[in-house]
């Protein structure tokens, strides 16, 4: 991969990310999470461990720089209460960190707060009425929004609950022991870098999905064969959809649809079987 793609590929990613936590963050209050022109912010500052937003009735957490095995999320920083998770603030975090937990005071959790993480579990209070353990994955309490999955959780499958409609922007990346993913028809997307990184060895995408992002399997490298629905209108950059998908064999799809693209990537040795019109 050039180092010109590789840039796109990244400012796609970031710009993602960026984008499922407007859309699809989950949030219990009307706290709004933007600090720019946001009414009661007052500074952004840091301690030993975390980087943080100061409003005047709550903490927002925007990045952890500790090295502890479990890490404990305080439900108070500087007297105020820790309301919300951004994106981005456990992403790409030591490989020393095994597990987070999240107390209840927390309400808002953004999408892409965990992206590319090494943690074996996500860990919540059995009573937190808002967010949801669901087969190791974080999500919110009626499960309609899948927030984030442990990259090292020794999990090897993992079924979509049936009440999500999004596969959010790279919510499964790097979670290289998750060998089978399970989608369910209520799924109509499938965001940018869903699965990038991941161990499937195999993925059918079901009927009702209608769109796909950018570099869905980037670097899914057991992938080894790729089934797509007649539903699909739309695969953004589809040169991209299996980019360093080394084992890739065979892409399955409708004529009606740009499945047979996905093929022409460079350096694939796919071939493309049409399923009909």
Request: overall charge negative.
């Amino acid at each position: 991969m050039n180092s010109k793609f590789k840039k796109i590929a990244l400012f796609a990613f970031c710009s993602a990310i960026a984008m499922s936590a407007a859309l699809y963050g989950c949030a219990d209050s009307d706290v709004d999470v933007n600090k720019t022109g946001s009414l009661g912010y007052e500074k952004s500052v840091g301690n030993e461990l975390y980087s943080y937003d100061v409003f005047s009735d709550h903490i927002v957490l925007t990045g952890y720089k500790g090295e502890e095995e479990t890490v404990i999320i305080p439900e108070t920083i500087d007297e105020k209460t820790v309301t919300v998770i951004s994106s981005g603030t456990f992403r790409d975090i030591s490989g020393k960190v095994k597990s987070v937990r999240i107390p209840n005071t927390v309400t808002t959790i953004e999408i892409g707060s965990f992206t590319g993480n090494s943690l074996e579990s996500i860990e919540i209070n059995a009573d937190n009425p808002l967010f949801e353990i669901e087969n190791g994955a974080l999500t919110n309490k009626d499960k309609t929004v899948l927030l984030a999955f442990p990259g090292k959780s020794d999990i090897e499958e993992f079924t979509v609950p049936d009440t999500v409609s999004v596969v959010p922007a790279g919510v499964f990346s790097g979670c290289k022991n998750l060998k089978k993913i399970t989608v369910p028809s209520s799924v109509k997307e499938v965001a940018t870098f869903a699965f990038m990184g991941s161990g499937i060895t195999q993925m059918e995408l079901p009927e009702g999905v209608e769109r796909i992002g950018m570099g869905v399997f980037w670097n899914c490298t057991s992938l080894e064969t790729l089934t797509l629905p007649k539903s699909l209108k739309t695969i953004d950059n589809p040169e991209t959809t299996c980019q360093s998908c080394t084992a890739l064999k065979t892409v399955k799809g409708y004529d009606s649809t740009d499945a047979a693209k996905i093929v022409e990537c460079e350096g694939l040795n796919a071939k493309y079987e049409s399923l009909g019109e």
